[in-house]
């Protein structure tokens, strides 16, 4: 079953909130400016909002009790001004968070890209991608939405209540307190509501995930459902799932339903008790008509902040849970990285030698890799074969130094490779793998990515080399061709070719392949090979070889059995040896050697099966 990330959203417990913070703070920091002016121009909304209350209450006081025409169009004047100031402030305040939010958003996918490259092999084989993924996307999200509208909700939701509070206290000062003490009630009990809707909102958003999971669990896998009779089975399973959302969906709308009611009870009740004493003191000419309705208008602009200020405050947990996340992502260090001295040199050339390295991958002690010795001259070329899993993959990742040795050293010309720049040696050494890796793009871009500063062609020249030139020519839009996601668009053969002319490009001084075991055709065999060939000559290449014509014609072939080399030599010596090697030969690759002799035998012999 695919994992459900969101699961561990729940999980809420921020280890250190006052580091999350600083580091928040930190994220910020270089925005500073964007954001003071967002929060002037939302406090500045506030102000005038309370300015509207006001001109309300000079209208009903002076211009309708007081019969003063003259004032109403003063008053309608500054209404106007009013609206316009509050248009542009609104503008202002939405530009800015908006801003404000993609830079933020923007920093932390680039902090994160930037780091997530750097990490080494070993983090990626460990940590699960929908788990990186959700760091990159929703995460940021979560964090970007904290460090602005979180914050710009709370700003504005304090300066509506400020401005509110200060209006109320120098119309009528006794009138005002009692609705200030009643802040602080409304606040705990909207937060009370608040916090439980979101945990029932959010197990309900869980339960769905699990459900859909499920569902498409069983409705991908039917047929085998229906094979082995499991209807019945699965429809209680997914009763269980189903009960458990309709319970906490049920829970967030009944809490839902009954917070707003329970405010504004609250607010009723004060409301009623500003009217009660307002009035008497109407009545003795205390305070106008227009005071005491700019008083109501004043509770009704602190209702609205209240909820945002406890929706804010629920949903922050979550948000700094994200974070954290995020910065553990970003804290964690490489496993491999530059030495604190290196040596700098622009070529990869000369002997290679490994000497008593033995390697353990780190979540596994059994040791992979057993106590390896060997030197290979400059530009040999050596073939590695053997059983799977006897490490021939791992050899040649700690060659890349995609790993390093748990122990021994693996010398390049002489000197130890750690004591190299890691960006030397992996650009100087060219691999070619397996199942080779294309990005979306064009043909071009694919196999300028070797050298990004290629000409046209350069690239062109390698892809000769390689001998791709002709089917990429093939194509409607030749080298502009697009390859697709992963270069699904093309076949496994015409992928190897365009990975060789890469390497071709790339010009590397060591040259290492895990060569294909999947079928091409004969005439793509011939070119992979003829490629390689190119590739081979004058550079010092690891060949993880299953085709017998790279095996015969290497230089050296180790026979990798249990993380050692169990034989090695040529061809003709390890024919000799009569071990390993040649009951390797007899069984696996003569096939392949009769085959390629006469590429019609393995035809001729189906015609005979069909006639048969
Ligand atoms: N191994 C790990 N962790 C990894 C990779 C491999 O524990 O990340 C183990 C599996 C295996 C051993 O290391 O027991 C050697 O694996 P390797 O991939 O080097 O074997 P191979 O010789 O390349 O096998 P094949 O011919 O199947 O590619
Ligand atoms: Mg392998």
């Not at 699961?7 to 003071?36: C, I, Q």
């Not at 801003?99 to 958003?105: D, N, S, T, V």
């Not at 550079?539 to 290497?554: D, N």
Request: charged share 20%; glycine share 6%; net charge neutral.
């Amino acid at each position: 079953m695919s994992q459900t990330y969101d699961e561990e959203e729940l999980s809420d417990n921020v280890s250190n909130t006052k580091a999350v913070f600083s580091r928040l703070y930190g994220v910020l920091k270089p925005h500073w400016k964007t954001m003071l002016a967002a929060m002037v121009s939302i406090a500045l909304v506030a102000i005038t909002d309370s300015f509207y209350t006001l001109i309300q209450r000079t209208i009903i006081d002076e211009a309708i009790l007081g019969n003063n025409r003259a004032i109403l169009s003063q008053m309608y004047i500054y209404y106007g001004i009013i609206i316009i100031a509050q248009a542009i402030f609104v503008f202002g305040f939405v530009y800015l968070v908006g801003l404000q939010g993609e830079r933020i958003r923007y920093d932390l996918r680039k902090m994160m890209f930037y780091h997530l490259q750097k990490l080494s092999l070993s983090y990626y084989s460990k940590t699960p991608l929908g788990w990186i993924m959700s760091r990159v996307t929703s995460d940021s999200e979560k964090m970007g939405d904290l460090l602005t509208w979180g914050i710009i909700d709370v700003t504005s939701a304090a300066m509506n209540i400020i401005t509110a509070a200060i209006f109320m206290l120098l119309i009528e000062w006794r009138l005002a307190l009692i609705v200030i003490a009643s802040l602080p009630i409304m606040l705990y009990i909207a937060i009370k509501f608040r916090k439980r809707i979101y945990h029932h909102y959010r197990l309900s958003r869980k339960a769905n995930s699990l459900m859909t999971a499920n569902m498409n669990e069983n409705i991908t896998g039917v047929r085998i459902v229906k094979a082995l009779r499991r209807e019945e089975k699965n429809l209680d399973n997914f009763k269980v799932l189903s009960t458990n959302m309709f319970k906490s969906s049920y829970r967030a709308a009944y809490l839902s339903a009954l917070f707003m009611p329970t405010i504004q009870t609250i607010s009723a009740f004060t409301l009623g008790f500003v009217l009660w004493s307002g009035g008497n003191m109407v009545n003795t000419s205390f305070i106008s008509i227009g005071s005491l309705q700019a008083f109501i208008s004043f509770i009704m602009m602190i209702l609205w902040p209240i909820q945002d200020i406890a929706r804010v405050y629920a949903e922050m947990q979550n948000a700094l849970a994200s974070s954290e996340r995020i910065f553990s992502l970003l804290d964690t260090q490489p496993a491999i990285s530059d030495r604190e001295a290196t040596i700098s040199i622009d070529s990869m050339r000369g002997e290679v030698v490994f000497n008593h390295v033995s390697f353990h991958y780190e979540d596994d002690d059994a040791q992979v890799i057993k106590d390896l010795s060997f030197k290979i001259p400059q530009g040999q070329n050596i073939a590695l074969v053997g059983s799977t899993g006897g490490g021939k993959t791992t050899i040649v990742n700690l060659l890349c130094r995609f790993y390093e040795p748990t122990s021994g050293e693996i010398l390049i010309g002489g000197i130890n490779y750690l004591d190299y720049r890691l960006e030397d040696i992996q650009s100087r050494i060219g691999v070619v793998l397996q199942t080779p890796h294309l990005f979306s793009g064009t043909v071009m871009e694919n196999i300028r990515y070797g050298k990004l500063e290629a000409t046209d062609e350069q690239v062109q020249e390698a892809a000769k080399l390689a001998g791709a030139h002709e089917f990429i020519m093939s194509f409607q839009k030749g080298y502009n061709q697009n390859v697709g996601e992963g270069g699904n668009l093309l076949s496994v053969g015409q992928k190897q070719l365009i990975s060789i002319a890469r390497a071709l490009l790339a010009d590397p001084d060591i040259f290492i392949m895990d060569e294909a075991t999947s079928s091409v055709d004969t005439l793509t065999e011939a070119l992979i090979q003829k490629g390689m060939h190119r590739l081979m000559t004058g550079r010092t290449s690891f060949i993880i070889a299953h085709r017998l014509s790279t095996i015969k014609g290497a230089d050296q072939i180790f026979v990798i059995d249990d993380g050692r080399i169990t034989e090695a030599g040529n061809h003709d010596a390890l024919m000799k040896l009569k071990g390993h090697y040649y009951r390797l030969y007899t069984q696996q690759f003569r096939h392949d050697l009769e085959s390629e002799m006469d590429p019609f035998a393995s035809l001729e012999l189906n015609k005979a099966d069909g006639a048969a």
